[in-house]
């Protein structure tokens, strides 16, 4: 039988990381080295503390379904979390846990958008975004971040995007693929666009701890007028190194969250009981707070390391990010376009990297490497890198 796949089909993406992952992986079945800067999860182990309250859960029976919304303690230690550091009185009704925060997003587009409404999201951007957006039928309105302005938006021409048929912006600060974050004075004009617009705002936070140089991250939900009409979209797999977990939150208005609650019995029924409890001892604990400023830490000196050792690169040009654990280089000056400088670097210098255009047309002209591993690693594929530049540009 052949079959047909339905329409939609033709309207969703992928994420190039997970295609250069397998890529690289049979490379390494090869038996070729390859250095892995090309997915975003932490090289790091989860904390102890949080894989005991795993193992201690498990012992103690949380081995069946929970509620479709979460065990009520695990939601009201996100609600309780997201009140201490971000200042916003949550009721747990208004949480819901899923197996991982792309979830959150493909709810709330299928809980409100329509066919035809307009959704603007960052290009270059996480590309789940583009991708979801297309596959509910709704019209991806990209807004350009662009490296003169640290990646940050244009505010004016974001707001020069709001059309009538505006019904969703998706902002993510800090930013992936870019490292940008967004400043007080930023937030505080989106949420002024939001509520002047009448727009519902995902406001993905999922790399909100990981912020450097003293950064204060501002969140969407604490601005006026936001409570109504933003999504909180974040989870444990960045901070805490649980990306393997599955296990993301939403903090939405409490008729929005029990939309996604229908959604979750109609899907995943619920995220894993153990892995919920462990996400209360993750966002309690002490330990597991001092864990994730340890982490912080070393992405810190990572990301040093790594923007200076592409900047030494003839060719190359990198920010220096405020925030999340990638550095997104412009190279068009080696004179290679970026996809075919990617498929080169895995397969003749073994280093794993996207190409910028894995996240959007406007990442043309540049490449993303994830600090997501040890030093000596990262200082060899700069080295591997560099190599590789200075072989062409002599040959
Ligand atoms: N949002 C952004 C910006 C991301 O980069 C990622 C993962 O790479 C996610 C959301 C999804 O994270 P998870 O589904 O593991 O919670």
Not at 84 to 109: Q, W, Y
Not at 200 to 217: A, K, M, N, R, T
Request: charged share 25%; net charge negative; proline share 5%.
């Amino acid at each position: 039988m052949t079959i047909r796949f339905a329409e939609r089909m033709d309207h969703i993406g992928t994420e190039g990381a997970f295609e250069v992952l397998a890529k690289a992986r049979r490379l390494e079945a090869q038996g070729k080295s390859v250095i892995h800067l090309e997915i975003g999860e932490p090289d790091f182990a989860t904390p102890d503390n949080i894989v005991e309250a795993a193992v201690s859960a498990l012992q103690a029976g949380f081995t069946h379904y929970t509620p479709a919304g979460g065990i009520t303690e695990a939601r009201q230690a996100v609600a309780g979390f997201v009140n201490r550091r971000l200042g916003v009185e949550v009721d747990p009704a208004e949480v819901v846990l899923v197996p991982g925060s792309k979830n959150i997003l493909l709810f709330t587009l299928l809980a409100c958008i329509e066919r035809g409404d307009e959704v603007i999201y960052p290009d270059p951007g996480y590309p789940v975004y583009a991708s979801l957006v297309s596959f509910v039928g709704a019209v991806g309105v990209p807004i350009r971040l662009r490296e003169e302005r640290n990646f940050r938006m244009d505010l004016d021409e974001l707001a020069s995007l709001v059309t009538p048929r505006t019904r969703l912006l998706i902002v993510n600060t800090p930013q992936n693929p870019t490292g940008g974050v967004l400043t007080k004075e930023d937030v505080e004009f989106i949420a002024r666009l939001a509520v002047e617009h009448d727009l519902l705002v995902i406001s993905d936070e999922i790399y909100s701890q990981l912020v450097y140089d003293g950064f204060q991250h501002v969140s969407l939900l604490s601005q006026p007028g936001m409570r109504e009409r933003t999504v909180l979209m974040d989870g444990m797999s960045k901070a805490y190194a649980m990306c393997g977990w599955r296990l993301g939150y939403g903090v939405s208005p409490r008729e929005l969250a029990a939309k996604m609650e229908t959604l979750m019995i109609n899907s995943s029924s619920c995220a894993a009981a153990f892995t919920q409890m462990a996400t209360i001892e993750a966002l309690e604990s002490p330990e597991s707070e001092r864990a994730v400023a340890a982490m912080v830490e070393k992405f810190r000196s990572r990301r040093d390391l790594v923007v200076d050792g592409l900047n030494r690169i003839p060719g190359m040009r990198c920010a220096r990010p405020d925030g999340a654990f990638y550095a997104f280089p412009n190279i068009e000056a080696t004179g290679f376009h970026e996809k075919e400088l990617a498929d080169r670097l895995l397969d003749e210098a073994g280093v794993a990297v996207l190409p910028g255009t894995a996240f959007g047309p406007a990442g043309k002209g540049y490449l993303r490497l994830a600090y997501t591993q040890g030093e000596t690693d990262l200082a060899q594929a700069l080295e591997r890198i560099e190599d590789f530049v200075n072989k062409e540009a002599a040959g």
